[in-house]
T-cell receptor, first 109, second 119 residues
Framework: KQEVTQIPAALSVPEGENLVLNCSFTDSAIYNLQWFRQDPGKGLTSLLLIQSSQREQTSGRLNASLDKSSGRSTLYIAASQPGDSATYLCAPNAGKSTFGDGTTLTVKP | GAVVSQHPSRVICKSGTSVKIECRSLDFQATTMFWYRQFPKQSLMLMATSNEGSKATYEQGVEKDKFLINHASLTLSTLTVTSAHPEDSSFYIC???????????????FGPGTRLTVL
């Protein structure tokens, strides 16, 4: 059974700071891995999808990396903004997506 | 990207009644759909996987007689919460995959979720 761990559970940073969110998973036989953000009381917003054959994906200020063999992924957020405040979830997909508990990010103005 | 819709977005019902939630893939055929549940301040937990035309596969601990899943077409899956109780109050999110064959490029697309409140 896939187990997903996200560290840290919560993070508070001042605006403008660069930050890294970490995700580890136990079953490395994945097809892809997605990073999502979830605002309070809302659904999921897909941020980045990394296929198992890829090492990283970039979208704007976001960069996600994947080390499939070691079961790790990171989400790098550059020049953080208050609008980035949300819970970030990673979901490796080995046939079905399994979610971590998320990292709740607060970016202070 | 592909779009998945859910209806209703929010529902309030009395204890003991049944509630049906619809999940539709709007611009692609979804051979496989997934239902997740999210309790407050917790992550998404997979409840069941459904393939079009066959019975759903439920995760351990999920009562199949309480959470009825029907995936009768390639664009529609329904989740019926039978005899709902307050502890069933949760955020239910469906997801659809646009391909029957597992492969690197089969992304799961997520619906916006349905918030169920049972009084």
């Amino acid at each position: 059974k896939q187990e997903v761990t996200q560290i840290p559970a919560a993070l508070s940073v001042p605006e403008g700071e660069n930050l890294v969110l970490n995700c580890s998973f136990t079953d490395s036989a994945i097809y892809n891995l997605q990073w999502f953000r979830q605002d309070p009381g809302k659904g999921l917003t897909s941020l980045l999808l990394i296929q198992s054959s890829q090492r990283e994906q970039t979208s704007g200020r976001l960069n996600a990396s994947l080390d499939k063999s070691s079961g790790r992924s990171t989400l790098y957020i550059a020049a953080s903004q208050p609008g980035d405040s949300a819970t970030y979830l990673c979901a490796p997909n080995a046939g079905k997506s399994t979610f971590g508990d998320g990292t709740t990010l607060t970016v202070k103005p | 990207g592909a779009v998945v819709s859910q209806h209703p977005s929010r529902v309030i019902c009395k204890s003991g009644t049944s509630v049906k939630i619809e999940c539709r893939s709007l611009d692609f055929q979804a051979t496989t759909m997934f239902w997740y549940r999210q309790f407050p301040k917790q992550s998404l937990m997979l409840m069941a996987t459904s393939n079009e035309g066959s019975k759903a596969t439920y995760e351990q601990g999920v009562e199949k007689d309480k959470f009825l899943i029907n995936h009768a077409s390639l664009t529609l899956s329904t989740l019926t919460v039978t005899s709902a109780h307050p502890e069933d109050s949760s955020f239910y999110i469906c997801s659809a995959r646009d391909g029957p064959i597992l492969g690197s490029y089969n992304e799961q697309f997520f619906g916006p979720g349905t918030r169920l409140t049972v009084l």
